[in-house]
T-cell receptor, first 112, second 111 residues
Framework: DAGVIQSPRHEVTEMGQEVTLRCKPISGHDYLFWYRQTMMRGLELLIYFNNNVPIDDSGMPEDRFSAKMPNASFSTLKIQPSEPRDSAVYFC??????????FGPGTRLTVL | RKEVEQDPGPFNVPEGATVAFNCTYSNSASQSFFWYRQDCRKEPKLLMSVYSSGNEDGRFTAQLNRASQYISLLIRDSKLSDSATYLCVVSRGGSQGNLIFGKGTKLSVKP
């Protein structure tokens, strides 16, 4: 079975540009999570969805960040405009009504 | 106090050694506890859940002390392939699916 799929795997962009990260959760999972990982702050939850509805977005750093889940098999995390301090690895994870989360391979974002 | 606190390490041990990691958490309402493993430049993966009575999975033993809000992971007969960062993970009380990750403890097993 396919795991969580994320794209792109690497993204290098310039400050001010829009960045869109994509995630396909494991089929049948009803929870989807977006995390950001940096050396300084570790793994931080940004937002999570249950049955495509955002439940908690308190971790979203600011208005430059937005996330959508238009259907059960697709979610996006958008940063507009991007800043150098947004450079991090962004993980998407999904779970089936339990606390066990399955992570995608991550998107390594570099904002110059 | 940080929500989940771990010694960052690194722990450098020889093959065959026994090594223990500890973790403390601040939210007494947390109900679920896990250890995840993260290899360098890879995603975190579930290693094992932690149950109140303690549980074992092969060479790995996890313990939970709710009174002290303390979780431990013991690795026996360590292998080179155990080299990774071990993340202590705690559920945010009252919020299903919302997990708090520690920053991890780095383990390096040497030949």
């Amino acid at each position: 079975d396919a795991g969580v799929i994320q794209s792109p795997r690497h993204e290098v962009t310039e400050m001010g540009q829009e960045v869109t990260l994509r995630c396909k959760p494991i089929s049948g999972h009803d929870y989807l999570f977006w995390y950001r990982q940096t050396m300084m702050r570790g793994l931080e939850l940004l937002i999570y969805f249950n049955n495509n509805v955002p439940i908690d977005d308190s971790g979203m750093p600011e208005d430059r960040f937005s996330a959508k889940m238009p259907n059960a098999s697709f979610s996006t995390l958008k940063i507009q405009p991007s800043e150098p301090r947004d450079s991090a690895v962004y993980f998407c994870a999904s779970s089936l009504n339990t606390d066990t989360q399955y992570f995608g391979p991550g998107t390594r974002l570099t904002v110059l | 106090r940080k929500e989940v606190e771990q010694d960052p390490g690194p722990f450098n041990v020889p093959e065959g050694a026994t090594v223990a990691f500890n973790c403390t958490y601040s939210n007494s309402a947390s109900q679920s506890f896990f250890w995840y493993r993260q290899d360098c430049r890879k995603e975190p993966k579930l290693l094992m859940s932690v149950y109140s009575s303690g549980n074992e999975d092969g060479r790995f033993t996890a313990q939970l002390n709710r009174a002290s809000q303390y979780i431990s992971l013991l690795i026996r007969d360590s292998k080179l392939s155990d080299s990774a960062t071990y993340l202590c993970v705690v559920s945010r009380g009252g919020s299903q699916g919302n997990l708090i990750f520690g920053k991890g403890t780095k383990l390096s097993v040497k030949p």
